[in-house]
């Protein structure tokens, strides 16, 4: 099942990086959405406040780009590496830094997703939660 959570994973990346939203059904509808050591961390549940939380992330950027570097196998667990940049709305400046996420799944469905700024830590919560 592992293999086939990376491609669920990498599936999802790829519909993103087109403008692509519509794989909503690989999200359990009470996905655990979190971003853990972010500037301005936040929590929700399900489909729905993920999307609200994460626009509102988004609303404070211009040109925001996360593409994957590497997708890494931890059994029920994807730890994938991003390179994120974009351009702050208000200052306009320049922010560009390597950050990962962790993909949670259980059977087939992404039950939480974890963005991390710090790699070490995504890294080892990933394999704690494997």
Avoid: C
Wanted: proline share 3%; charged share 30%; glycine share 8%.
């Amino acid at each position: 099942m592992s293999e086939a959570n990376v491609e669920i994973a990498r599936r999802v990346y790829e519909g993103w990086s087109r403008g692509d939203f519509s794989e909503g059904e690989v999200f359990d509808p009470d996905v655990e959405f979190e971003m853990v050591d972010w500037p301005h961390p936040a929590r929700s549940r399900g489909v729905e406040e993920m999307q609200r939380t994460w626009q509102t992330t988004l609303s404070a950027w211009d040109d925001f780009r996360a593409e994957p570097d590497e997708f890494i196998d931890y059994g029920d667990n994807v730890l994938v590496l991003n390179s994120i940049s974009g351009r702050g709305k208000g200052s306009g400046a320049e922010v560009s830094a390597q950050t990962a996420t962790v993909w949670t799944f259980e059977a087939g469905k992404v039950v939480r997703l974890a963005l991390y700024w710090d790699i070490a830590l995504a890294t080892e919560a990933a394999q704690r939660q494997a």
